[in-house]
């Protein structure tokens, strides 16, 4: 059965890091395209990073260009979000998600990826 599971959200303090990691189970990540996703209190789920099947194109919104880095480690069917210099409008939860495709394309439309984990919280506060 395909799973996704996020780990290493927490509080952490303005201009903190943390890194987040998808583990994925029932599947093989190296054909799926990759994203992490998150939605704060009352707004919608928005796109944060993506990074296609090879691995050699990546994606990121324009709020956390230069902040956050996304990898993936196929062996170990893992993904990581690194994110620095966090800030409190980062506060949200993070999902990572899939779809199988090979494109190299890496888009952040959510509505094109099928299967979801359940979340990582993410709280930026001193």
């Known amino acids: 059965q395909l799973q996704l599971v996020e780990s290493g959200g927490g509080l952490v303090q303005p201009g903190g890091s943390l890194r987040l990691s998808c583990a994925a189970s029932g599947f093989t990540l190296g054909y799926l395209r990759i994203g992490w996703f998150r939605q704060a209190p009352g707004k919608e789920r928005e796109g944060v990073s993506c990074?296609?099947?090879?691995?050699?194109?990546?994606n990121y919104a324009d709020s956390v260009k230069g902040r956050f880095t996304i990898s993936r480690d196929n062996a170990k069917n893992m993904v990581y979000l690194q994110i620095n210099s966090l800030k409190p409008e980062d506060t949200a939860v993070y999902h990572c998600a899939v779809v199988a495709t090979t494109a190299t394309g890496c888009p952040l439309d959510l509505k094109t990826y099928t299967s979801w984990g359940q979340g990582t919280q993410v709280t930026v506060s001193s």
């Open positions: 990074i296609n099947s090879g691995g050699g194109n990546t």
